[in-house]
């Protein structure tokens, strides 16, 4: 028997606490099929801070249902907290708050168990002094907070799913299903894993979160200068431009402007551009139904090669792949009628 705490903080994402305990049911009766003679059964419980109810950012309230002091987990699942992703203003009373766990996540770890979180959840491993020396993800729209707060850690917001060996960490919120499918397939059997993702219909060889990312164009910054050149590159990215050109419209010389640039969003003028670019593909790809070589022309690209290398090495896939996974414009047929009303 495995013991399971899935650990609720307020303002939680409540379907992701929910969905682990149901991942372990599911993974407890698939473990009592006639081929996993060898699983091993999982006892899960959601606990909280003070072994009252939390309510979720949703509103829907999350009831513990053992006592966390009473409760020895071999495995701690940290729940997300969603706030990591929406306004850093509510990371320190959050953390506050939560200072109470430090001791208990310290003491667990020091025992073995192993510490799981999920997405923002990380955020309360790193504050607990846990995460030092250690590979970190987190959700990739908190991942320049985390690199703010937590300079010294590692931090790969490229992959769905790290395994520092007693700490493990997954990506975005849904990741809670593919941290269940890894625990289940290390701790009781591959053959149970594979029985869970057939059961639940899910994908169990998802790797990575960047086809997932957005780009933020990064104003959170004093230098009014620099916002003014985002401003203009945002509204002339399809054109020719030389980035001397946006330096004068920072009305910056050009070894200052990229210094400051650099400085306030974390990226060179050129990468900026780049990153535009991507996104405004992206858009186009996921609403429209034009060819991709219009679509880099569009953008500002001449070189489509050029670009595609760009796009791969960004997104982490392809154009065509990325359009058919996120693309919500239903194709037509040479009729002019769609595939549904063709069947």
């Not at 506050?96 to 310290?106: I, N």
């Not at 850690?153 to 997954?170: H, K, M, P, W, Y």
């Not at 034009?290 to 791969?312: C, H, M, N």
Request: net charge neutral.
């Amino acid at each position: 028997m495995i013991n399971v705490a899935v650990l609720a903080l307020p303002h939680c994402h409540a379907s992701g606490i929910h969905g682990v305990m149901d991942f372990f049911a599911v993974a407890n009766y698939c473990g009592r099929m006639p081929a996993s003679d060898t699983a091993v059964p999982f006892n899960c419980h959601i606990v909280t801070l003070d072994d009252q109810p939390v309510q979720g950012y949703s509103g829907a309230l999350v009831t513990p249902t053992a006592a966390r002091g009473s409760f020895l987990p071999d495995v701690i699942v940290v729940g997300a907290a969603v706030e990591a992703t929406v306004a850093e203003a509510f990371m320190e009373p959050m953390m506050d708050k939560a200072r109470p766990l430090f001791g208990w996540l310290q003491a667990a770890f020091h025992r073995g168990a192993i510490l799981a979180s999920v997405c923002t959840g990380s955020f309360l491993l790193a504050e607990a002094g846990l995460l030092a020396g250690q590979v970190a993800t987190t959700h990739w729209r908190a991942a320049p907070l985390f690199r703010r707060r937590y300079p010294e850690i590692r931090l790969e917001v490229d992959e769905l799913l790290v395994d520092n060996g007693q700490i493990v960490c997954a990506g975005g919120a849904t990741a809670f299903v593919d941290l269940c499918l890894y625990l289940v397939e290390r701790l009781s059997t591959p053959a149970v894993a594979l029985a869970c993702s057939k059961l639940l219909i899910l994908d169990n060889r998802r790797t990575e979160q960047t086809p997932y990312m957005s780009f933020y164009h990064q104003k959170a910054h004093q230098d009014v200068a620099i916002r003014k050149a985002q401003s203009w590159l945002e509204q002339h990215y399809a054109e020719a431009i030389e980035i001397d050109d946006v330096a004068s419209v920072a009305a910056l010389g050009p070894r200052t402007f990229k210094r400051r640039f650099k400085e306030a969003t974390g990226e060179t003028p050129i990468g900026y551009l780049q990153q535009l670019r991507v996104e405004a593909a992206k858009h186009r790809l996921e609403s429209s139904r034009d060819q991709t070589a219009q679509i880099i022309w569009s953008v500002g690209y001449e070189d489509a090669s050029s670009f595609r290398r760009l796009f791969k090495r960004t997104v982490g896939c392809t154009m065509e792949q990325y359009r058919r996974r996120f693309s919500y414009v239903v194709p037509v047929r040479h009729d002019g009628r769609t595939l549904s009303e063709a069947h």
